[in-house]
DNA sequence: GAGTGGTCTAGACCACGGT
DNA sequence: CCGTGGTCTAGACCACTCT
């Protein structure tokens, strides 16, 4: 883990162990910064960047003058176990499955173009996938890749379970993401492949994904049969990175 | 604006300007950290605070090794702005409107009782409301409040269209968020307010709100007609604060 | 008034990316 | 190799909460 080999992510893992194990109970206080920061033999400033994990997790709050509050356990996931549909599927216990409909490679549309930061007229990788949880169809997965990383993906074997950590073996990594999360409706790829009516409403969720350096990576569409999934985010006043935005999903119907 | 009076939010908000500008180019290079401290008049240690912010938000990316490249200007909206459906209503230019539908005080039930953390057989008030955008139903908003909150909202006026405005009026903070994004079917009142069939999908937000001591403040369970919203999040590797979570969501036809 | 977290500084060393 | 951001330290002062 990559926990292990820094100062202040070791210090933020055993808090959040801490809480977790009901140390501080719910509800409870923290120690004060300069207590921990002696407790662990470090200095303030890496107390306090420990803290800022678990605040940002929404683990604890912080406020000037009183000690800091559990707000309760982490659910969040890594950001690998977020990105990569299979991980998340072992994380809860479920035999992730992804079944690849088609790959093709043609001129990326006017979406796909702004998205992946392409020059118009270039050539986008796009994948259709279903994904599947213990065999049963859960969601449609429509990936489009820059040449850079498509080249790659084009050359994995038809069964690959997860692209993403065959990707990663070949040193692409995910570093940043934007999602979108609304309402669509089944198409008739959709209705065929999942198994739903046309016109059947779907949890969608889409994301831009970049690399380290700030390269596009993957601009995908994925589409969830009803409760199967949900998302949860947490934010403060402090740093909010979820927003409401005015949505254009097309209406029902068709 | 409270970015005013702290120096590494000036010098965020200075930052954030200058890339919405174009001062750098979209996909252009931050100068450096011992640059930008030079140039502000500031410790590194401060400019790495300011950056962060920008990091949080999706703006900047960074790595050890080279300087920080602009990810592009930043969507996000200020926390109040995400919380308040009518601050969020106002700033796209829309006129936001309430309707309060009912407010009873009743014991809260198992869920409430979990969320708001209270003792089993206490009272919350519990508010229905249709929230419209330039008279057109938009969401449907069912909120739980702790007592100490719910008295403040009884006592105000019937045609009140911003709860959260008065609510801070009173002193009642809101610092922390929990959000669970996932699909929802109209239940026959949801059906009546908002003028679609009944069983038809919405996209349902849940949200637990706190304060800055920890204390719950809100639960609330808000549902929009597709096409209205969709809610956007920036995460990284750094700090992830999105999660999928496997879903118990009720199936459609009831 | 005592204790706490928030802000800011100055300096050090290291890991990494590019040349 | 140099320049960069990442980590860590030590210390200072301030704003705030609580009793």
């Keep these: 883990m990559d926990d292990r080999d820094v100062l202040y992510r070791r210090v933020a893992a055993d808090l959040r162990e801490a809480v977790a194990g009901g140390v501080y109970g719910s509800d409870g206080r923290l120690p004060a910064e300069s207590a921990l920061a002696e407790h662990y033999g470090v200095s303030r400033g890496t107390i306090r960047q420990a803290l800022a994990l678990l605040r940002a997790g929404g683990v604890v709050t ?14 969040a996931q890594s950001f690998a176990e977020l990105l990569s ?32 930061r392409l020059r118009p007229g270039t050539q986008v990788y796009a994948a259709l996938r279903l994904r599947t949880l213990s065999g049963r169809p859960v969601m449609i997965e429509r990936t489009a890749y820059p040449s850079r990383v498509g080249r790659i993906v084009a ?3 038809a069964d690959t379970v997860s692209y993403t950590e065959r990707l990663l073996g070949h040193g692409i990594v995910f570093a940043d993401a934007e999602h979108t999360i609304d309402l669509a409706f089944a198409d008739p790829d959709d209705a065929r492949l999942l198994g739903c009516p046309e016109g059947a409403a779907l949890l969608r969720e889409r994301r831009r994904t970049t690399d380290p350096a700030g390269r596009p990576v993957e601009w995908s569409e994925d589409r969830y049969l009803p409760g199967t999934v949900a998302f949860t985010v947490h934010n403060s006043i402090a740093t909010s990175t979820l927003s409401r935005l005015r949505s254009a999903a097309q209406q029902p119907g068709q």
């Design 155 to 157: 050359a994995l074997p």
């Design 62 to 75: 912080s406020r000037r003058g009183t000690r800091r509050v559990v707000l309760g356990a982490a659910p």
């Design 85 to 116: 549909f299979t991980t998340w599927a072992r994380s809860i216990g479920e035999e992730p499955g992804g079944v690849l409909e088609s790959l093709t490679v043609r001129p990326a549309d006017e979406e796909e173009l702004t998205r992946l």
